[in-house]
T-cell receptor, first 116, second 112 residues
């Protein structure tokens, strides 16, 4: 089946530093990728929709200058958390939509970010 | 407002027993409904996906039902195993290519 990978699977960083998370579709092309954030005991919250070759669309309340998204190829999207603070500690999950099958959406395994 | 409500919020059952999780939605228009299993610290994994015209779909010990008239869905787990302990999330897509709308999930714990 379709596979979406994320790297790293977990990261610990100091407050004020920036962290980059990669999301790759391994066996399909993804024109559209999605970034979600999940706090403990809560469901996934969509942060932004990433479209290959164009600017990402951010959900209301998500700071685009803090969460930089780049979708430079059909198999890779990156999320950079800039100047991270402890409140940014969360589980970040990406999802990729198969370009050839627009109603399919596969989730990555997630990245646990802890900001000290 | 488009919403997806799940019940119960949490559930504890003994290994080998069956259970049924519920999902009610108010999303309109409706494209499809999915059930995902999410293990702790992992991303969601798809169990079933059903469109408007489908009433039931099975995936091994998982059977999902859909009543598009009453906007209700259920996920039945048969002969539960310890590895079934996870969060089960009901997700609805409102229209073709639209955003996914997530329920809060049901936390299932299977005890020996």
């Amino acid at each position: 089946g379709a596979v979406v990978s994320q790297h790293p699977s977990w990261v610990i960083c100091k407050s004020g530093t920036s962290v980059k998370i990669e999301c790759r579709s391994l066996d399909f092309q993804a024109t559209t990728m999605f970034w979600y954030r999940q706090f403990p005991k809560q469901s996934l919250m969509l942060m932004a929709t990433s479209n290959e070759g164009s600017k990402a669309t951010y959900e209301q309340g998500v700071e685009k200058d803090k969460f930089l998204i780049n979708h430079a190829s059909l198999t890779l999207s990156t999320l950079t958390v800039t100047s991270a603070h402890p409140e940014d500690s969360s589980f970040y999950i990406c999802s990729a939509r198969d370009s050839g099958r627009t109603d399919t959406q596969y989730f990555g395994p997630g990245t646990r970010l802890t900001v000290l | 407002k488009n919403q997806v409500e799940q019940s119960p919020q949490s559930l504890i059952i003994l290994e080998g027993k069956n259970c049924t999780l519920q999902c009610n939605y108010t999303v309109s228009p409706f494209s499809n409904l999915r059930w995902y299993k999410q293990d702790t610290g992992r991303g969601p994994v798809s169990l079933t996906i059903m469109t408007f015209s489908e009433n039931t779909k099975s995936n091994g010990r998982y059977t999902a039902t859909l009543d598009a008239d009453t906007k209700q869905s259920s996920l039945h787990i048969t002969a539960s195993q310890l590895s079934d302990s996870a969060s089960y999330i009901c997700v609805v897509r409102g229209n073709q290519g639209g955003k996914l709308i997530f329920g809060q999930g049901t936390e299932l714990s299977v005890k020996p």
